[in-house]
């Protein structure tokens, strides 16, 4: 096996992109191991966010300002030339969302059938660290 305890050590100090990936998460299904390093790596970087994040906002939202836009929320939506853009938008998600569920449940109940019902409840959210992008968990 490729992945081992000092991984986690070094998940601060290279993209992830570049390390979890390739290394452990498409070699291993083995639930505990990627709980430790899910666990690993959000403890690492986590905190780190979490303080960085209200800063990039701000920056953001001045960039836009500065460049005429009420927002970065602003500066996102302005190629889109509808003027019910954010309830076209809400339309849509409401559309979506029973497809979304239903995919949502075939996922879940696949991996319940691979690691038990003990691991994953085929009536709760899908273990976070089994979805496979770290990054998109924060």
């Known amino acids: 096996m490729v992945c081992n305890a000092n991984l986690v050590m070094i998940l601060t100090e290279f993209p992830l992109t570049q390390i979890l990936p390739r290394y452990c998460l498409i070699r291993t299904r083995d639930y505990d191991e990627l709980l430790y390093y899910w666990k690993g790596w959000h403890d690492a970087v986590g905190p780190t966010v979490k303080e960085q994040y209200p800063i990039s906002v701000r ?8 460049n005429g836009y009420a927002d970065m929320g602003a500066y996102w939506r302005k190629d889109y030339d509808s003027e019910t853009f954010q309830e076209d938008m809400q339309s849509l998600l409401e559309q979506l969302k029973p ?3 239903q995919l949502h449940a075939y996922v879940r109940h696949k991996l319940a059938n691979f690691y038990g019902d003990d691991k994953v409840d085929r009536h709760e959210p899908i273990p976070a660290h089994l979805l496979g992008k770290f990054r998109q968990i924060l």
């Open 59 to 66: 920056l953001s939202n001045k960039a836009a300002i500065l």
């Open 99 to 101: 497809m979304y569920e």
